[in-house]
């Protein structure tokens, strides 16, 4: 006799469960025809009936249990050796990027669930700009980063996860502040914050459309790279800022922070991205739990 095939054993042990083959198909995601040829085939193969099928319904056999604990071991063991497998060729780590165009603490959910669910794997963290986590992601020295969009991925995957539209920080005691909600026009006589185009080129350029488009021409100021010399310095009311919405999370005396009327269409999105022809072993794990506390 021919030796078994797996498949043919989690087939029918799936009709021993239900005793009832248009479940089993269902559970199965097949058709029920199919699963009847295998069945029969199985018995043919075994020289014995494991089902007993009449109007009342479907039975198993006296070979049918006998069959069926031994069937389970099987599998089991199967299972086993497939998650013995896994582990030993799972990665000591995994090398993630996070952009520093919005404020960590949106990822702070994030990358707690993430830790919670990676067992041995070492989770190692890389904040920057997005244009150097894109060329850390293209020569492999990251596994994976969270990238400001638009940017310029070339032949990176992409799944797009959120948006983070634009608002304005400002000084506690300037006379805006009394507004609830500013817009372009409100401070194009002001000195502004910007970070410079190296930083983020594809998204400056989206930007610098936006701003010629509302005629949005300030007094343009060299950003500090740190966003709290950032807001330090616009407490000391040297000047505005223009930032991703998360980064009212970070709490300044001297600073408040104002919807902006164009923020939406000067949005940060964000994105996960990744090496398509190298994925990493978590890189399921990763996308479904961004796709889950970062997606809106």
């Avoid at 994030?110 to 830790?115: M, P, R, T």
């Avoid at 998204?203 to 100021?221: N, W």
Wanted: charged share 20%; aromatic share 6%.
């Amino acid at each position: 006799m021919r030796a078994l095939d797996t498949h043919a054993l989690t087939l029918f042990c799936a009709v021993a469960r239900c005793l009832n083959f248009r479940q089993a198909a269902e559970q199965l995601h097949m058709t029920q025809p199919p699963l009847s040829r295998a069945i029969k085939a199985l018995e043919e193969r075994l020289g014995a009936r494991l089902f007993e099928r009449d109007t009342q319904g479907v039975a198993l056999t006296q070979a049918g249990h006998t069959l069926l604990p031994q069937a389970l071991h099987i599998l089991d063991l199967l299972d086993i050796a497939q998650t013995s497998l896994r582990q030993d060729s799972a990665p000591a780590r995994l090398r993630l990027g996070l952009t520093s165009s919005v404020a960590a603490g949106l990822f702070r959910p994030w990358l707690a669930a993430l830790e919670g669910q990676l067992g041995s794997i070492r989770l190692e963290l890389t904040s920057a700009p997005s244009p150097r986590l894109v060329a850390g992601a293209r020569k492999g020295q990251l596994d994976a980063a969270l990238l400001a969009l638009p940017s310029a991925t070339f032949e990176l995957a992409v799944q797009p996860l959120v948006h983070q539209p634009m608002m304005l920080a400002l000084p506690a005691g300037h006379r805006l502040a009394k507004k609830r909600k500013l817009s372009l026009l409100d401070i194009a006589q002001e000195s502004v914050y910007w970070f410079e185009r190296a930083r983020q080129p594809a998204f400056f350029d989206h930007c610098q459309q936006v701003f010629r488009r509302h005629g949005f021409a300030p007094v343009f100021l060299r950003e500090a790279p740190d966003h709290h010399v950032l807001l330090g310095d616009v407490a000391a009311g040297k000047g505005m800022a223009l930032l991703a919405d998360s980064f009212r999370a970070l709490r300044l005396a001297g600073v408040v922070y104002r919807p902006l009327v164009e923020g939406e269409e000067l949005a940060a999105g964000i994105g996960l991205a990744w090496r398509a022809d190298h994925g990493h072993a978590a890189l399921p794990l990763l996308r479904r739990l961004a796709q889950e506390h970062l997606k809106k």
